[in-house]
């Protein structure tokens, strides 16, 4: 576990009461990450782009630091 929360990127999330809890977690798939829409559990589900990816519940899609974002997801969850 090496990740290390950012201060930014809280703007993004305006529609929950908590941000945490309201924006979708972070899937992977390969070097990609992919927004799935909660409530997930660690494991393989579909991303908000319909790709299917293996998602991790703990991480949130606001919040990662993936190097490389699905550009549909980016779309549709922002
Ligand atoms: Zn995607």
Known sequence: MTA???ASGAHVASIGRDPR???PALGRSDDVA?????PVVDGLDSA???????VTAAEDWGTSQAPTR????ARIAG
């Not at 908000?48 to 293996?54: F, K, P, S, W």
């Open 70 to 73: 699905c550009a549909e997801c």
């Open 21 to 23: 809890a309201a924006g």
């Open 48 to 54: 908000v782009c319909g790709q299917l990816v293996t």
């Open 34 to 38: 992919h927004a799935v829409a909660r």
């Open 4 to 6: 290390v929360p950012l």
